[in-house]
């Protein structure tokens, strides 16, 4: 499945277009990575924990948009984005990532 950023693949042509395709995930940030970030932040530097949850967040979340694609029969997506947010709720920290664009078929 190709899956891109931008509106059009070159070298191919979209056939049909069938719709806005979205893939959500929210993961868990749990203390001991919330307390190495806050280490992380304290002393500078990058925080891998984080940095990990967010490279998962968006695998997860693209690959789901890729089912939900194939689901609908397509066999591309354009104008790809992938959007973070923070949740923060009664100490509790969460991740919500979306993957959206066009499902598209292409030949």
């Given at each position: 499945m190709f899956t891109v950023t931008t509106p059009t693949i070159e070298g191919k042509k979209i056939k049909e277009y069938k719709g806005i395709v979205f893939g959500e995930i929210i993961v868990g940030i749990n203390v001991i990575k919330d307390f190495k970030a806050g280490l992380t932040n304290f002393f500078g530097g990058r925080s891998g924990s984080y940095e990990e949850e967010l490279v998962m967040g968006r695998n997860q979340a693209i690959r789901e948009m890729e089912q939900r694609t194939a689901d609908m029969g397509a066999n591309a997506i354009v104008g790809v984005v992938v959007d973070y947010?923070?949740?923060?709720?009664?100490?509790?920290?969460?991740?919500?990532?979306?993957?959206?664009?066009?499902?598209v078929v292409v030949e």
């Open positions: 947010e923070a949740i923060s709720n009664q100490g509790s920290n969460m991740l919500m990532v979306i993957a959206s664009g066009t499902a």
